[in-house]
Every structure is written in C-alpha cells, then in structure tokens.
C-alpha cells in the first residue's frame, strides 16, 4: 500500500500535469468544478478545483461547495495511473476506479486522461 505522502505527490504530479494543459483542460471543463478524490485504503481525500482552465494542487480541505466529481481509487492504483502502469479506460472499467460524476462530467473528465 502506497503511504498518504506518496499519494499527494502523485496527485501533484498528475494535477501539475493537467494544469499545465490549459486549453485542453479550458474546454473539457468549461465552469468551475471541484474535484475530490478518495483513497479509501488510506482513509484520506484530497480536494482540487478546475477554473478558467487551472487546476489546483491537491489539499485535504475541501474548498467552498460540493464535489462535482469524486474518484474513489485506491493508493497503489492511484500511483499506477499516475506512472502510466494502467489507463484510466481499464481502471475504470476493472473497476479499480470508481466515478460519481454526472454523464457529461464523465465524459469531460475521460478526455483529460
């Protein structure tokens, strides 16, 4: 089991990524949305808010209003992801992540991993 340390910084790495992809992040996901992802094993979530194309760094306070999208994955899958060891697509579909989101949000958020 990865350690809540190595969790964050993967969540860095992969936010710092996004954020650094402004125009794509700006048009899959055009208003506000805040992100929480959750890391059961770990008891711990880690919150992020997308706006005007940026992408926040991961902090475990949740920011004004509710999560628009949550990922619930746990530690060792979330540094595969991160790493490149498996896609999204299959975590997704193997179910190693779960996605509460709208359909439209789900479909957004695909075409940024």
Known sequence: MATKAEVERQLGVLLARLDGNEASVRSAI????????????L?????????????????????????DITLQV???????????????????????????ASFLDLLRLRSLL
């Open 30 to 41: 055009p208003t506000r949305k805040v992100l929480r992802c959750l890391v059961p094993d």
């Open 43 to 67: 008891g711990a979530a880690w919150y992020s808010v997308v706006e005007h194309g940026h992408v926040s760094p991961p902090s475990e306070h949740p920011p004004n209003g509710r999560a």
């Open 74 to 100: 746990g530690s060792d899958d979330l540094v595969d992801l991160v790493e490149g060891r498996i896609s999204f697509l299959s975590a997704f579909s193997s179910g190693k992540v779960k996605v509460d």
